[in-house]
């Protein structure tokens, strides 16, 4: 706790909760970290991955698998977050997907790359695409592969689009040991379906008491304190 | 308003230097109730106290905990920090009456201070329903050492008759028996800290109902009990108090309060409605517990504050691991004592495993401390004991280190024959074990590859994309421009005959009337020998090239064969020809062009 007043004081949040995380006092050091946070210009990716080492060296994987995703989201080729994110969820029982489809594959190599990169790289597949498809006219298979080209390059501008303009959705963690998600708001009517801790979902509405939730099984309402959205 | 007020009195705590009084609030309370004032002194010195609180005859008089507090303010456009600390002292009447309280007695900043004088009139409440309840406070023993918590027993009895006919319900509250329990230094007083206060609330489950300091509690027991011939129904509960020094802890004596009736008729819409409603109090006695200091003498140098009567027990699990992966050792300790504020033992240093760090987790009757080991070879063959030290309380009191036993653990070889040579022994958290623990953390200062960007605007975007397909339909354009121009053999004929004749007069001896011939047969689709005629003009013409024009080409031409042919050569022939070639190439595009 004097440590905690003293960085809120001193403003130096991060080497102090450094120091409690490695004497051992992780719920001292998340407390620190959650400070160093609200600084300006704080390295929010770091520090919010550091925050997911705590929550995990506390136990509370949820929690720390929320704190690893958002990290993620400054950080998105962080194999640090990645690997860590992985470890908290098996621990929670959630076992990856043995085959991740193409699209998704695709989806998160183009989340990966900085939102000027992927530009620069669409418009670049795009000149390619469009100068082979109209030089190469004698050549089916070159042709062929020119308009794939512009095709990925045009996925690839539609995927920007989509992250800058219409992301969709916020995610968001399940933090409670299990939730129930039901077909009205209302703590009374019965569980569809059951989700556990760690588990995401796509948050379409909100409010202090409930939110109404979509997850790969199917969609709900549930109580909104059992949630953390990851953004 | 409460606000202004307070800030009132700061400001004039630090305009005089002296203690700011606030209340007593309210300043008459009936019987039963109380009172509270509040002293503030500006600046918090650290040897701010409160030396002694006065004795008045009638009424308790009972300080809380010292309260630190700062704040910031705006003065003339500047920000001005400043600190106080403050005792909320109750004022409980035990007699109706007015009472004038002395002024208290306090020390700062290396000098004596005291309080204005206040005054509080208590108003008289219903008498005689003493017989009908009681209320009393109890501890095992009379003396405790500090910091060993004092298990503090409340019981509340009211007579069974007078809770069925005569108590009357609590406004606002629905109590199972209504009565209030007023005893705010329950919740710490000075030299004294209350603990467990949310289990101790909890504890009670299901047992009946009645109001504490306003708020309903369930209690922990309900029994029955015979005093003096009456049969009443008790309610016990338990609160802990954990003394912070040594010396006398007072406790005041409790205060029951609630309301009755002797007499009630039956309404049509309201039911049974009491006519001679009357509030009654009873007070319970006070109690005074002796606090022993904790001995210097044998103490350990790692005791970590713990003072109670425990015992220690150790758990493993897994107890059969591969090298480098973690199991969770568990230090159990249990029994009566300061279980939620002691330092646990930290394992730094373990000979044999790397601590990943630990997890507490703390209750009333309980504590465990578990430490995430990873063993750093396959030669660990047990988990060491921990040892833990703590002050017993039990006869004699001393210092005592208390040893769990160790724990076999059986360490096998990674698969694929991986060591674990690379974290050495007492490193810390720092380093994790490849694979299979989390991964460090982020150096400090270190921002790697963070998106701060939100991204491109739209303007951007748009023309990030549009650009390429300009391009393109640019370079399609021309393409296709230079494809139909490759289709026309007359036009390409034209083209060469120019180029040629270009080179050709550029050459000395050359034959420019030839040169010029084959231009011309080019354009005019014909052979060379052909365009030789008497009619070249209107041929000219009639391909588009202007009269005048037309007119100047045939008479060089005409000029050019005579002097390859012994006639007059034209002055600057070839030089004539090459800028006639240019005129002619001209009108043939612009006539092209327009049709």
């Known amino acids: 706790m004097i440590e905690l007043l003293l960085a809120l004081l001193l403003g130096n949040g991060p080497a102090q909760a450094e120091r409690a995380y490695e004497a051992g006092e992780f719920a001292e050091a998340l407390a620190l970290y959650q400070a160093a946070l609200e600084e300006p210009g704080a390295a929010e990716g770091s520090l919010l991955y550091d925050m997911g080492n705590c929550a995990f060296r506390l136990g509370r994987l949820a929690e720390a698998a929320l704190f690893y995703r958002r990290a993620l989201v400054r950080m998105p080729r962080d194999e640090d977050a990645e690997h860590n994110l992985r470890l908290a969820e098996r621990r929670l029982g959630l076992e990856a997907p043995l085959g991740v489809p193409l699209s998704a594959l695709a989806v998160r190599a183009t989340d990966a790359l900085a939102p000027g990169l992927l530009l620069a790289l669409a418009a670049a597949l795009e000149t390619i695409g469009l100068l082979g498809v109209v030089f190469l006219r004698r050549r089916r298979a070159a042709q062929l592969s020119a308009a794939l080209l512009l095709l990925l390059a045009l996925a690839a501008a539609g995927r920007l689009a989509e992250r800058r303009w219409f992301p969709g959705p916020p995610e968001a963690v399940v933090l409670s040991a299990e939730i129930a998600l039901r077909a009205e708001p209302h703590a009374e009517v019965p569980a569809i379906l059951r989700l556990k801790a760690g588990e995401t979902v796509r948050v379409l509405e909100r409010s202090d008491r409930w939110s109404r939730v979509l997850h790969a099984h199917g969609g709900g309402w549930t109580e909104s304190t059992g949630l953390g959205l990851v953004e | 308003m409460k606000r202004a007020l307070l800030l009132l009195f700061f ?265 001679d409603a009357r509030d009654a109090v009873v007070h319970g006695a006070p109690l005074r517990l002796c606090i022993l200091p904790l001995p210097e003498e044998g103490r350990p140098p790692e005791w970590g504050g713990a003072v109670g009567r425990f015992t220690a027990r150790a758990e493993a699990d897994p107890r059969r691991l591969e090298a480098g992966s973690s199991l969770r050792l568990a230090l159990v300790i249990e029994g009566e004592g300061n279980l939620e504020s002691f330092e646990a033992p930290g394992l730094q240093g373990l000979a044999g495993f790397h601590v990943l760090g630990k997890i507490e987790e703390k209750s009333r009757a309980r504590r465990q401390v578990v430490y995430d080991l990873a063993p750093l070879g396959v030669d660990v063959k047990e988990a060491p004991g921990i040892a833990f030290p703590c002050f017993d309380t039990s006869p004699p009191a001393g210092y005592r280190v208390l040893q769990t036993e160790p724990i076999p653990l059986e360490v096998l070889p990674r698969a694929g024959g991986a060591g674990v040579a690379a974290i050495a022994g007492g490193e810390t958290a720092r380093r994790a074990l490849p694979g299979l623990d989390i991964r460090a953390l982020k150096p400090i200062g270190a921002a790697p590859h963070e998106r701060t960007q939100a991204g491109p605007s739209a303007a951007l975007f748009i023309g990030a994309l549009l650009v390429p397909w300009v391009l393109a339909l640019c370079v399609l354009l021309l393409l296709r421009r230079r494809a139909l121009q490759r289709s026309d053999p007359h036009a390409a004929r034209a083209r060469r005959a120019a180029a040629a004749f270009l080179r050709r007069v550029r050459r000395p001896g050359a034959d420019v009337s030839g040169a010029f011939a084959e231009f011309l047969a080019a354009r005019l689709k014909c052979k060379a020998a052909a365009v030789i005629a008497p009619r070249l003009g209107e041929r000219l013409e009639a391909v588009g090239v202007p009269a005048e024009l037309a007119a100047r080409a045939a008479a060089l031409l005409d000029g050019l064969v005579a002097a390859r042919y012994g006639g007059a050569e034209p002055e600057r022939g070839a030089e004539a020809a090459r800028g006639l070639v240019g005129e002619l190439e001209a009108a043939f595009l612009s006539h092209g062009s327009a049709a």
């Open chain 2, 11 to 275: 400001a004039s705590a630090a305009a005089a230097q002296e203690v700011a009084v606030l209340g007593p609030d309210p300043e008459v309370v009936r019987l039963g109730e109380e009172a509270a004032v509040t002293l503030v002194l500006d600046g918090a010195p650290e040897d701010a106290t409160l030396l002694s609180v006065p004795g008045v005859d009638g009424l308790d008089i009972v300080p809380e905990a010292p309260r630190r507090s700062s704040f910031q303010s705006l003065e003339r456009g500047r920000l001005v920090r400043g600190a106080s600390v403050s005792w909320r002292v109750a004022l409980v009447p035990r007699r109706a009456g007015e009472f004038d309280v002395p002024p208290f007695e306090l020390h700062a900043a290396g000098r004596s201070l005291r309080s204005a004088p206040l005054r509080l009139e208590v108003l008289a409440t219903g008498a005689g329903s003493g017989e009908h309840a009681f209320v009393e406070v109890s501890a095992p023993r009379e003396e405790y050492f500090v910091q060993e918590p004092v298990r503090l027993l409340l019981r509340i009895g009211v007579e069974k008759g007078f809770l069925e006919a005569g108590l009357l319900p609590l406004s606002r509250l629905n109590l199972d028996v209504p009565v209030h329990l007023r005893a705010r230094w329950l919740r710490g007083l000075p030299g004294a800290a209350a603990i467990g206060e949310e289990a101790d609330a909890a504890a009670g489950g299901a047992g009946k109902t009645f109001a504490e300091d306003g708020a309903p509690v369930h209690a922990t027991r309900v029994l029955e009990a015979e005093r003096d011939g009456r049969s009443y129904l008790v309610l016990e509960c338990e609160r802990t108090l954990l003394p912070l020094r040594s010396g006398d802890l007072r406790l005041p004596g409790p205060v029951l309060g609630f309301a009755y009736a002797t007499r009630f008729r039956e309404d049509l819409f309201r039911g049974r409605v009491p006519e």
